[in-house]
């Protein structure tokens, strides 16, 4: 299909979440919209393929990793709290004094997840699960952290060619037949705007504490209010996962915490070399970062046994308990899941790209293509498919009108990660949301000023370089 109807139901399935705040509901009946437009308006038949979408999501080994890790995740919170790890390495950063501020405390995550960029969802998980306790203690609302693991996460990955991000846009470029193909992505890297107005917003607002939107109501409650949540807030994990007590006679120790952390982060690059017969930047991102946390869980079982803290059988059951807790979350993926695949079979992507091409001007080839590329992504809440989508239209475009390639890459790159960094369907977005214990709307609302704020800044820079280069 290849008409203005392909656009809906993404569309309307965001604007109604986000004015009745049931996201679960709205996505449902976004995708119930796509199958009934696809099933010739037959509402009824729309319902049951609907429904088939949504099992066959599982059908996608991918799709059943990434759900399966995030579930994967809420062992792993339960595992460190119980044992005492995550009030272990509370004292030890209170104890050094390094950490003695809020302002501190969001440049500490900011700062984990600049350390971090092998893959979007490990940067989140990290950020997130080490820097919440803090967060809570300086009574730093859950939206901010949410905003910071978000914000670090995909921006900081397309910055960096070393990775899977990196080896998939060599790849697309490849296919459309450009010649140096590395040299071409690492030189587009300095265009890449969003990305890097994005990470410096982040710094920005951490080093000053300027907030405004609906993060500076945010932050206020939580300032003035010591609520780092809202009232009626419904985070994607649960509170008793969150809230786990130290067990009675467990010692508070930082490594119960850090050893798993630093487990499942050296497992990813591992992963990735495995899944890619020796090629770091082949490998598979949702195998390894299964095989991360899966690892990670073993080895804290492992090292609480051996220091009796947890039993073989209190850790399965903590294991149990802390997946589900994240039944939220893995819900909430799969109806991503399932409303990405209806508007692929819609065309959504295509139809846009179709549209825009018509109003091709040179000089503004950059900006329409980076408009285009964030509207996509937002609707979709896929950056990668994005750039499937948009990198064999730009790029040729870009040669035929004698467009600086630099610059036409990077305005796809910042566009599609505009995308992963805000859209209430992105995974990346629905990660921070699970691993900073916050409501995933109240994420979405809170961050979306500053997203668009850096698009805004990321627009003037490509419209400028548009007519200074081309």
Same mark, same amino acid.
């Given at each position: ?45 729309? #319902? ?5 979408? +949504? ?23 339960? #595992? ?31 700062? +984990? ?15 997130? *699960? ?13 939206? %901010? ?5 978000? @914000? ?37 890297? !300095? ?22 939107? !609906? /993060? ?10 010591? %609520? ?38 050296? /497992?990813? !690059? ?10 770091? *930047? ?27 803290? #947890?039993?073989?059988?209190? *850790? +399965? ?45 040179? %000089?503004? #080839?950059? @900006? ?24 064999? +239209? ?50 979405? %609302? ?16 490509? *419209? ?7």
């Amino acid at each position: 299909m290849n008409t203005w109807l392909s656009i809906l139901p993404p569309i309307f399935a965001i604007i109604l979440a986000l004015i009745t705040k049931q996201v679960y509901i709205s996505l449902f009946i976004g995708i119930w919209l796509g199958w009934t437009i696809l099933s010739e308006f037959n509402p009824l038949l729309g #319902l049951v393929n609907s429904i088939d979408a +949504i099992i066959n999501v599982f059908k996608e080994p991918a799709n059943t990793r990434v759900i399966i890790f995030s579930a994967l995740v809420g062992a792993l919170i339960a #595992l460190t709290q119980r044992s005492g790890g995550v009030q272990g390495f509370i004292n030890l950063v209170s104890r050094r004094s390094f950490i003695n501020s809020r302002r501190k405390a969001q440049i500490f995550a900011w700062a +984990i997840g600049m350390s971090i960029f092998v893959e979007s969802s490990i940067t989140c998980l990290v950020t997130g *699960t080490v820097s919440r306790p803090i967060f809570d203690k300086f009574k730093i609302s859950r939206e %901010k952290l949410a905003y910071i693991c978000d @914000s670090t996460s995909a921006p900081v990955c397309i910055m960096i060619p070393l990775n899977a991000w990196g080896a998939y846009v060599i790849g697309l470029l490849t296919q459309v037949g450009v010649k140096n193909e590395i040299q071409l992505f690492i030189s587009a890297l !300095p265009f890449n705007f969003y990305a890097i107005f994005a990470i410096l917003l982040v710094l920005f607002i951490g080093l000053t504490g300027f907030d405004f939107g !609906p /993060m500076k109501k945010a932050e206020l409650r939580a300032i003035h209010e010591g %609520k780092v949540i809202a009232d009626g807030a419904m985070p994607l994990i649960a509170d008793e996962v969150i809230n786990i007590p130290l067990k009675s006679d467990a010692n508070p120790k930082a490594r119960n915490m850090i050893i798993p952390i630093l487990t499942m982060i050296l /497992m990813m !690059p591992i992963g990735l070399y495995i899944t890619g017969n020796g090629n770091i *930047t082949n490998g598979s991102g949702s195998t390894s970062v299964l095989w991360s946390v899966m690892t990670s869980i073993f080895v804290a079982g492992f090292l609480y046994k051996i220091q009796k803290i #947890l039993s073989i059988r209190e *850790t +399965i059951e903590l294991t149990l308990k802390g997946m589900g807790g994240l039944i939220p979350l893995a819900v909430l993926m799969t109806f991503a899941f399932a409303i990405g695949a209806v508007c692929k079979e819609l065309k959504t992507g295509e139809y846009v790209a179709h549209i825009v091409s018509k109003f091709i001007n040179p %000089k503004l #080839l950059p @900006s329409i293509v980076f408009l285009t590329s964030c509207f996509i992504s937002f609707s979709t809440g896929t950056s990668w498919g994005t750039f499937a989508i948009m990198i064999p +239209i730009s790029v040729p475009a870009g040669i035929a009108l004698g467009s600086n390639l630099s610059l036409i890459i990077a305005s796809v790159l910042s566009g599609g990660v505009f995308g992963d960094h805000c859209s209430p369907i992105s995974d990346t977005t629905i990660v921070s949301s699970m691993a900073s214990a916050c409501d995933h709307l109240d994420h979405v %609302k809170t961050q979306l000023p500053y997203a668009i704020t850096a698009a805004s800044f990321a627009l003037i820079f490509f *419209t400028i370089f548009g007519f200074i280069l081309n």
